[in-house]
């Protein structure tokens, strides 16, 4: 059974740092590119950032510099680190995995205050 939990949100001012982790079951992790998306209050879920196999990253030009994705495959967790935040980076975060990508985590809710 797949499962993705996300955790680490939470209230924090413009230019403060929260770093989200996700951990998942049922994934072969290790053999699993994971993404990060995000869903700002009243807009549809956007891509944040990606992580390969052989841990290649890319990320949104809205994030690059500010956040850094991460993965341990012994651990079947990926993180994100997000510095310098903007207001505009407020909404649920989830991560996603390439091999199952119908699967879906609760979420875990970011609010940057101004």
């Known amino acids: 059974q797949v499962q993705l939990a996300e955790s680490g949100g939470g209230l924090v001012q413009a230019e403060g740092s929260l770093g989200l982790s996700c951990v998942t079951s049922?994934?072969?992790?290790?053999?699993?590119?994971m993404t990060w998306y995000r869903q700002p209050p009243g807009k549809q879920r956007e891509w944040v950032a990606v992580?390969?196999?052989?841990?290649?990253?890319k990320y949104a030009d809205s994030v690059k510099g500010r956040f850094t994705i991460s993965r341990d495959n012994a651990k079947n967790t990926v993180y994100l680190q997000m510095n310098s935040l903007k207001p505009e980076d407020t909404g649920v975060y989830y991560c996603?995995?390439?091999?199952?990508?119908?699967?879906w985590g609760q979420g875990t809710q970011v609010t940057v205050s101004s």
């Open positions: 049922g994934v072969d992790f290790s053999s699993s590119g």
């Open positions: 996603n995995s390439g091999l199952w990508p119908n699967y």
């Open positions: 992580i390969t196999t052989g841990g290649v990253t």
